[in-house]
């Protein structure tokens, strides 16, 4: 069975293609609103100034020919009558009164100025009377006053048709986008629906499986390129913890069974106080190696991406210490240690880091040596920086692994005297801390035939790049 992710408490599923959907509606819907509203104020805005053109027009003209007439009601009814022939669409109507407010006389529809009611006898007035009706007011003569009331409606209904029009048009394209949405969400849905099939159908640990999922849109394919190497880094990480975890029973397992051995045949028989203290003094080598071995391991484990104590301290003298430890380690195996110093050997730094990994090149020098052979060791001062030089005198580094014996538990071909294949976690542990300190560390040829280890130290320990 295959485990699904739980949900949280308070957290719900959603989909997306009802997201897509969703959204799609809320775009469609928000242009459609904003363009019908801008539409509809521009259309009534128009519609308006053609109203007050028109009625300005119709005013201008009845100015203009009743000056040419006798100022009588019937000649203004004249004029009335050839402008509504003019303009057969639209109904006018007309009220004339004397500037003392007296009638004068009505003309033109009168069924329309019943419908409109009382008039506001202002001049200059050009008013929006509701209804599709405006009325206008303006001087006649010297003496009269002329009032005209039109009904626009034919132009307010063509303007209503046509926002209705595009009313119409928005509900069927936010139809379309739900449509639209539905279709691109479950498309989107199904092509991760078939990219989690895939990766469900995989085994992480088979390195010849990989996630193909054809006919994918960019931005999912870029999302099946970023699972891929999220995957291919798992399973590197695997095979190094796997590398580590055997190369790390190996290193434990060693020691233990050199214990058991000697403890087991110490006690095959009654013995000598003096090989009593023989056997103590292996067992106390052997734990001397368990002790490194968990040292790095620690180290391993609890200094990635730490920064330890940093003082000013003098190498030479910490480095005459801790080879000392390690000059009697070798000593067991007939293996000599020189130090030789030169310089000022004073680093601001952290000095357990710096320290670890020297011990652990002289140890690395050590156990690669044969017996009868030297390890000679170099701290050189006289440069702006701190240079360290570790020669032994036993196989060498091949030149395809110089690069990759910093890895922890590397594997290589070379083999010491007790047939152990690898590097242990010492010289990973030793590029971990220069590489800290802002230095670097590589091997080359030793000149006596062996490896040459060197260090080049910063005095002050700077940002290393990540």
């Given at each position: 069975m295959q485990p699904t992710s739980e949900?949280?408490?308070?957290?719900?599923?959603?989909?997306?293609?009802?997201?897509?959907?969703?959204?799609?509606?809320?775009?469609?819907?928000?242009?459609?609103?904003?363009?019908?509203?801008?539409?509809?104020?521009?259309?009534?805005?128009?519609v308006r100034d053609n109203v007050l053109a028109h009625g300005r027009e119709e005013i201008a003209e009845m100015q203009a020919y009743f000056a040419t007439k006798p100022q009588t009601p019937s000649a203004f009814n004249e004029l009335v009558v050839a402008l509504q022939a003019n303009h057969p669409s639209t109904r006018f109507a007309w009220r004339v009164w004397t500037k003392d407010g007296k009638s004068?006389?009505?003309?033109?529809?009168?069924?329309?100025?019943?419908?409109?009611?009382?008039?506001?006898?202002?001049?200059?007035?050009?008013?929006d009377l509701?209804?599709?009706?405006?009325?206008?007011?303006?001087?006649?003569?010297?003496?009269?006053?002329?009032?005209?009331?039109?009904?626009?409606?034919?132009?307010?209904?063509?303007?209503a048709q046509f926002l209705l029009a595009a009313t119409g048009f928005g509900v069927l394209a936010l139809g379309f986008s739900i449509v639209g949405g539905v279709l691109?969400?479950?498309?989107?849905g199904s092509a991760l629906s078939r990219v989690a099939a895939n990766v469900r159908s995989l085994d992480a640990l088979d390195s010849s499986q990989e996630i193909v999922v054809p006919n994918l849109p960019t931005e999912i394919h870029n999302v099946v390129n970023a699972l891929g190497i999220m995957l291919a880094n798992i399973r590197r990480e695997r095979g190094r913890v796997m590398v580590m975890t055997a190369g790390l029973a190996h290193e434990l397992r060693s020691p233990i069974q050199n214990m058991l051995g000697?403890?087991?045949v110490a006690l095959l028989r009654e013995r000598e106080g003096d090989r009593y203290r023989e056997v103590l003094g292996d067992q106390i080598h052997e734990l001397r190696s368990l002790a490194r071995v968990v040292d790095n391991l620690v180290v391993l484990c609890t200094r990635k991406g730490s920064k330890g104590s940093q003082e000013r301290f003098d190498m030479g003298?910490?480095?005459?210490?801790?080879?000392?430890?390690?000059?009697?380690?070798?000593?067991?195996?007939?293996?000599?240690?020189?130090?030789?110093?030169?310089?000022?050997?004073?680093?601001?730094?952290?000095r357990e880091a710096v320290?670890?990994?020297?011990?652990?090149?002289?140890e690395n020098a050590v156990f690669w040596s044969p017996?009868?052979?030297?390890?000679?060791?170099?701290?050189?001062?006289?440069?702006?920086?701190?240079?360290?030089?570790?020669?032994?005198?036993?196989?060498?580094?091949?030149?395809?692994?110089?690069?990759?014996?910093?890895?922890?538990?590397?594997?290589?071909?070379?083999?010491?005297?007790?047939?152990?294949?690898g590097y242990g976690l010492g010289l990973a542990l030793t590029q971990d801390a220069v590489s800290a300190h802002g230095g670097r560390v590589w091997v080359e040829g030793s000149p006596g035939g062996g490896a040459r280890f060197r260090v080049s130290l910063p005095r002050v320990q700077v940002e290393s790049p990540v």
């Open positions: 949900l949280k408490q308070g957290e719900k599923r959603w989909s997306l293609t009802s997201r897509v959907a969703l959204l799609s509606a809320l775009m469609t819907g928000l242009v459609s609103v904003a363009l019908i509203s801008i539409m509809s104020i521009y259309l009534n805005s128009a004068w006389g009505d003309f033109g529809d009168l069924d329309q100025i019943a419908k409109v009611g009382e008039f506001d006898q202002r001049l200059g007035l050009e008013e509701g209804g599709g009706y405006s009325w206008f007011t303006e001087e006649l003569n010297e003496d009269l006053v002329m009032g005209l009331v039109f009904n626009d409606t034919e132009q307010s209904q063509l303007a691109v969400g479950r498309q989107v000697t403890t087991e003298a910490e480095a005459r210490i801790r080879i000392e430890r390690e000059r009697r380690r070798a000593e067991r195996n007939s293996v000599e240690v020189k130090l030789k110093t030169s310089g000022s050997l004073e680093i601001d730094g952290d320290m670890l990994a020297l011990g652990n090149l002289v017996a009868g052979e030297q390890v000679k060791v170099d701290l050189n001062g006289e440069n702006e920086g701190l240079e360290i030089t570790v020669d032994d005198s036993g196989p060498g580094v091949p030149e395809a692994e110089r690069e990759k014996i910093f890895e922890a538990f590397f594997q290589g071909v070379a083999k010491s005297r007790e047939h152990r294949i």
